[in-house]
């Protein structure tokens, strides 16, 4: 097997150095392919790149002939609020910008991958004139597109059923996090985790006290060199999504990915607050839809949870979601970290080791973002940014900055800070440079940021509520 070429760090590595540029064509900004380009190599630069080479910035971190994964942010074919995708998934114009810098690298290989949730259309998201630009950009580099998923969905009442095994088991490394996962402290004997439309009991089957598994794909853990390029919007069950929660998207079957737990929180769940008796009902009713997907039954299943959810929405007033999309949700940014971590320390046979394996680089698509009902129902709002870092929790909380949003008050960033085995933050406090000024999260708050309408289940409970520069 051909051995890694090692991973090349920035020019004096900084563990949490986030680089900040805007765009100089906001009217109609991913028309202009030049324009994105520019901002993509400004990105760079404001990161500390492009010391060694210049003319090709990404040559300080990818050595030349090695394997290089881009990972964008490919969620659905389709924005459900009826709104454009341009801020729904990483733009096309993006994807390429930074295929175009690797390519100056002189890779030997590049893949292009994500793993879309299990109904999405991956030909109508990756649209086969944006894979022949990209195969003719790449010249004689091999280049090749990659849907992760193994299972797909036929159907969105389940009734048609599933395509399984779409990929081989081999393409894939199961790890283990046991005791240490961060859903070990919230596990209890009843099997509450849930993801939508996926049997419940496979997931109770592979988290539960002591075991916490997770199928990623083997692409990251045999690529020399991976580059996040996620899509910045907001996030009904994890406030934000961006570098860190782009990872989900790593994953074979998202049966392995707890996102909430069944019942109110009186209740011992996380999925709404309190007790809400019809709420529960249609929790029922899509257990047992979703243990009979792939019959007729399924979709008649799908329709009463469906009405408890209106009814209880029309005796309350309050929203009627079942599926954890609140800020009280105390599972999904626990998954995410999972992920983050195993990525960060995991070998490719599936074991944990004592120290980071490799850097995860993350340059996000922050030109379009998404506000609202992310991640599948974004509106979009223009903040005009391409950020770029090798430091996940550090890229997020400027993403956060950037959406106006309260680091302290989301999970996600709060929780992935304290200690913990293979810790992904850094004891020394992140560098943020716009262009080539140093600024605080404040002042890029103040002076870049947006005001982001948060999902409906965070709405007054993630905001940053003063400025202080």
């Known amino acids: 097997m051909r051995q890694h070429l090692g991973v090349r760090h920035m020019p004096d590595s900084h563990p949490a150095y986030v680089g900040v540029a805007l765009i100089a064509s906001p009217t109609r900004p991913y028309v202009d392919q030049d324009a994105v380009r520019d901002v993509v190599r400004r990105a760079l630069i404001a990161a500390g790149l492009g010391q060694r080479t210049p003319s090709a910035p990404l040559a300080d971190i990818i050595p030349a002939g090695a394997k290089v994964l881009l990972k964008p942010n490919w969620v659905h074919h389709l924005n459900i ?19 175009e810098e690797v390519l100056l690298t002189q890779p030997r290989e590049v893949i292009i991958a994500d793993a879309p949730i299990q109904d999405c259309d991956f030909d109508r998201v990756v649209e086969p004139a944006f894979r022949t630009s990209c195969q003719t950009l790449a010249g004689d580099v091999p280049i090749s597109f990659i849907d992760f998923r193994r299972t797909t969905l036929t159907d969105s009442d389940l009734v048609k059923g599933t395509r ?30 849930r993801v939508t439309k996926y049997d419940p009991r496979r997931l109770a089957d592979r988290h539960h006290r002591g075991r916490h598994q997770y199928l990623l794909a083997r692409e990251p853990f045999e690529a020399d060199v991976t580059i996040s390029i996620p899509k910045l919007k907001t996030h009904g069950k994890a406030g934000l999504t961006a570098a860190l929660k782009n990872l989900v998207g790593l994953n074979g079957n998202k049966d392995y990915l707890p996102h909430h737990r069944v019942g109110g929180t009186a209740w011992g769940g996380d999925c709404y607050p309190g007790v809400a008796p019809l709420k529960r ?8 839809a979703n243990r009979n997907i792939g019959r007729r039954k399924a979709g ?25 999309m609140w800020h009280g949700n105390d599972t999904c940014w626990r998954m995410v970290g999972d992920l983050n971590r195993i990525l960060r320390y995991g070998r490719a046979d599936g074991s944990m080791a004592d120290t980071p394996q490799r850097t995860f680089h993350t340059l996000t698509d922050a030109i379009l973002c ?33 959406l106006r949003l309260d680091a302290d008050r989301i999970g996600l960033l709060r929780g992935l800070q304290e200690p913990m085995r293979w810790p992904l933050s850094s004891d020394v406090a992140p ?10 999260l404040a002042e890029i708050a103040t002076a870049h940021g947006v005001n982001a309408r948060p999902p409906r289940g965070w709405i007054g409970h993630c905001e940053w509520k003063e400025l202080r520069c």
């Open 164 to 193: 399984d095994n779409l990929r081989p088991e081999e393409a894939y490394v199961l790890f283990d996090l046991g005791h240490d996962s961060l859903l070990e402290p919230i596990t209890t004997n009843q099997p509450r985790f």
């Open 281 to 288: 009902i249609g929790e029922v009713l899509l257990d047992a």
């Open 370 to 402: 998404g506000e609202g009902e992310g991640p599948l129902a974004p509106e979009p709002i223009y903040c005009g940014a391409i950020t770029f870092s090798q430091n996940p929790i550090a890229a997020d909380l400027c993403h956060a900055a950037l």
């Open 431 to 440: 560098v943020f440079h716009v262009g080539s000024r140093r600024m605080n």
């Open 300 to 324: 008649r299943l799908i329709g009463h949870a469906r009405q408890a959810s209106r009814l209880h929405r029309r005796i309350t007033g309050e929203d009627g979601s079942i599926e954890g």
């Open 81 to 99: 609020g009826g709104y454009a995708g341009d801020c729904l998934v990483t733009h096309p114009s993006v994807v390429r910008s930074v295929l």
